[in-house]
Each structure stands twice: as C-alpha cells, then as structure tokens.
C-alpha cells in the first residue's frame, strides 16, 4: 500500500500468455482452497485473447488478493470466477473478472444480509483496497452488487492492449534468442 499511495508503483506492459497465467492460477487457487473446503471455479470467456500486454505481476497481485477475500467478504464456499473481455478499438480491451456467488438460506442465516451496492469495497481491509489502487493504476475499477435473485456479484476490471500472435512471436524469439 505504501508504494501505491507514494506513486513508487510501476505498471509495466509486457506480452505475455493470459491463458496459460489463468491456468497457472487456478491450479494455486486449487491448491489453496482444497484444504479450506472451498472452491473458485474459473470460466474462460472466448472473448478473451490468448496474448495481451499487461503487467502479469499486478495482475497476479489483485487477482490473487481478491481471490484471498472473497470467500469472507461474501461468506460463501463456492464461488464463480469469469474472465471476460470488452474489445476497443486499436487493440485495446477490457479484462473483466467476475465473481459470482449465489447466497444460499444456511449462508443468510449465517451472515446478515448487507447493501453491497451502497459499500466501498477498500473498507474490508487492506488487501481490498490495494486491489482498488491497482485496478485504477491499471485504468480500470472494483466494484460490487448484489441481483434481484441474491446473487452477488465483485467485478474487477482493468485496461490491457491485446498482442497480436506475430507480436508474440516476435517477442518470444527476442526473449529465447537472448
């Protein structure tokens, strides 16, 4: 948090395979939550591009920070974790996570129910509100809500640039070649 509040927080943009960094994290996610009889099922919308430019490390930070909290932050065990992306134009995009989970009557009688829509999300602890920061470095935002059905719902959303496959390629031999 401090770096992010003194400026010192760099986001850099650097190919890399978004696909292949989801898989890797939900195999962490697996791992983690296996122990804590909990799960965050990831769903990969077609949308999303395979390569973009981005800052992997940031995105691993927030990702993995939200992933940390949500399970408390919306006192559920099964929660849902879409990946989904706007297109812009001259390749830019819109990253969207999405996490989804619907309240269930042992979990209402567990947890009163609470105006998510109302609540500023960096209020639930420090993880939260660096996830905040580092989604709007990244030009994009948190935010949460809850449906008609009770279904609640965190979407984190962040700007990337989508890197075409000769770009990647011509980055991959760049970095191998060195």
Not at 116 to 132: C, E, L, N
């Amino acid at each position: 948090m401090s770096k992010i509040e003194s400026g010192e927080l760099i986001v850099k943009s650097v190919p890399f395979d978004l696909h292949g960094f989801l898989m890797r994290i939900d195999d962490i996610l697996k791992a983690q939550n296996m122990s804590k009889n909990r799960t965050i099922t990831l769903l990969i919308d077609p949308s999303v591009p395979h390569f973009i430019n981005s800052d992997e490390l940031r995105i691993q930070q927030f990702l993995m920070a939200l992933c940390e909290c949500i399970h408390e932050l919306y006192a559920m065990k099964n929660i849902r974790l879409t990946v989904k992306a706007h297109s812009h134009q001259l390749n830019t995009a819109t990253l969207l996570f999405i996490f989804t989970g619907h309240i269930d009557e042992q979990a209402k009688a567990e947890a009163p129910f609470v105006d998510y829509i109302s609540k500023d999300i960096s209020q639930y602890s420090t993880q939260m509100a660096m996830v905040k920061e580092v989604c709007q470095l990244m030009k994009g935002d948190v935010s949460l809500g809850v449906t008609n059905s009770g279904e609640k719902i965190l979407t984190a959303a962040i700007k990337i640039i989508k890197t075409t496959n000769e770009q990647q390629l011509t980055y991959q031999a760049d970095v191998f070649d060195s």
